[in-house]
């Protein structure tokens, strides 16, 4: 089955084949934690994750998962990839699909991903041209179906029997489980700039990771459909879950050298990456309060701006001075517009987020659009209500 639609073609078996099973609805934390090292949950993971013998942990709290993969240029990976993640797969107690999305490859890549789709558990979506990861996970998510959703890369340095031990951290209560490339298979001129990122992101963020950049990861369905990637803020999923309240975990995970094609990153994304840090920064600490951003350096240039003005109007009026040729006179005027713009922007920025968090629009019977049920049994709001009914005379 083939569709296009918005530069996306999507590939895959007939909806009649293969059925996934219905996920339960989990309900969100309402106070978010970190799995650091010293943690017994996550040395317990990491234990597992790096002894070869280790049992395989079973699957068995969650009903499905997906396992998105996005490539661009792998034409040369992706029949071992294939091999292995079906092989760990279907050695898996529950339904699964994979789902491939190509960046818009120039090479082989999409011919060989049509040959895969032939199974009925992958699905395949193609771009026109090159998005960027982030659009290709976002793709992903949308198209994903799994209660559970799993996220690596294409080009085989990220070992699928890592997925069971993601799943079985993840079964320990958190929402979103994020590898760490303890040993990383990579040459300097990559692993540099990534372990500066990964110290500045951590320190900024306040989320206690070592490695941002993996892009094998676990989450559960409700953290891929709250949380919205472009761009490139594919390395910040963490982040941006744990801002919404979720549920942060990391697990050491084995990491293989590339044997085919180039990799695709270097120094020059550490700028990009920097760049987009300040933009979830914004987002995740000021998106509701802009003008505690905005209004603290506005307030700031009105009154050293003010300040200057009434000096030099003191100096002006009690010793005659000239001042219409002072530097000052014009340094004071510079600051109290720039003072007043940005408090203008930071007025507008409220007016934004005051619109963003308006009720759920009225349905066509006026009643207001009902929550989804994972909210309204994370916050208590059928229970109350039952409470109530039985106590009504």
């Known amino acids: 089955m083939r569709a296009t639609a918005g530069g996306v073609t999507v590939a895959g078996a007939e909806g009649g084949q293969w059925r996934m099973g219905a996920a339960p609805a989990v309900a969100?934390?309402?106070?978010?934690?970190?799995?650091?090292?010293?943690?017994?949950?996550a040395s317990t993971a990491a234990s597992q994750a790096l002894a070869p013998g280790a049992p395989e942990p079973s699957a068995a709290p969650f009903a499905s998962l997906s396992v998105v993969i996005p490539v661009y240029n792998e034409e040369g990976n992706l029949a071992e990839l294939y091999r292995r993640v079906t092989r760990v797969l279907t050695g898996l107690?529950?339904?699964?699909?994979?789902?491939?999305?190509?960046?818009?490859?120039?090479?082989?890549?999409?011919?060989?991903?049509?040959?895969?789709?032939?199974?009925?558990?992958?699905?395949?979506?193609?771009h026109r041209r090159n998005f960027g990861k982030a659009r290709a996970l976002a793709n992903g998510f949308a198209a994903a179906r799994g209660d559970v959703v799993i996220t690596m890369d294409g080009d085989l340095q990220d070992d699928p029997d890592e997925i069971p031990r993601f799943l079985a951290t993840l079964a320990e209560g958190y929402d979103l489980v994020s590898g760490w490339k303890q040993r990383r298979q990579d040459p300097l001129g990559k692993t540099l700039p990534s372990r500066l990122f990964n110290l500045t992101v951590s320190r900024v963020s306040g989320v206690p990771l070592h490695d941002?950049?993996?892009g094998f990861k676990a989450y559960r369905r409700e953290v891929v459909?709250?949380?919205?990637?472009y761009g490139e803020l594919h390395r910040f999923t963490p982040v941006l879950a744990h801002a919404e309240g979720f549920r942060i975990g990391e697990l050491p995970v084995r990491h293989h050298p590339r044997r085919w094609g180039q990799?695709?990153?270097?120094?020059?994304?550490?700028v990009k990456g920097f760049l987009d840090l300040l933009t979830?920064?914004?987002?995740?600490?000021?998106?509701q309060r802009p003008m505690h951003m905005l209004g603290l350096p506005g307030l700031v240039a009105l009154v050293v701006g003010v300040a200057i003005g009434l000096l030099l109007t003191f100096e002006k009026l009690i010793n005659g001075a000239a001042i219409g040729t002072r530097p000052l006179l014009l340094l004071a005027v510079l600051?109290?517009?720039?003072?007043?713009?940005?408090?203008?922007?930071?007025?507008?920025?409220?007016?934004?987020?005051?619109?963003?968090?308006?009720?759920?629009?009225?349905?066509?019977?006026g009643e207001?659009?009902?929550?989804?049920?994972?909210?309204?049994?994370?916050?208590?709001?059928?229970?109350?209500?039952h409470d109530l009914a039985e106590r009504a005379p």
């Open 93 to 126: 107690p529950l339904p699964f699909e994979i789902i491939l999305v190509d960046d818009g490859s120039t090479d082989g890549t999409w011919h060989a991903i049509q040959s895969i789709a032939a199974d009925p558990h992958v699905a395949a979506i193609r």
């Open 263 to 270: 990799s695709k990153y270097g120094w020059q994304r550490l």
């Open 28 to 41: 969100s934390p309402t106070a978010p934690t970190i799995a650091r090292r010293d943690d017994p949950r």
């Open 280 to 287: 979830v920064t914004f987002l995740t600490q000021y998106r």
């Open 225 to 229: 459909r709250s949380i919205r990637l």
């Open 212 to 214: 941002f950049n993996c």
């Open 368 to 385: 207001p659009v009902p929550l989804d049920p994972a909210i309204r049994d994370s916050l208590g709001l059928d229970a109350d209500r």
């Open 335 to 365: 600051l109290v517009v720039i003072g007043t713009q940005f408090f203008g922007l930071g007025l507008l920025g409220e007016l934004l987020a005051h619109g963003s968090n308006a009720p759920g629009l009225p349905t066509a019977t």
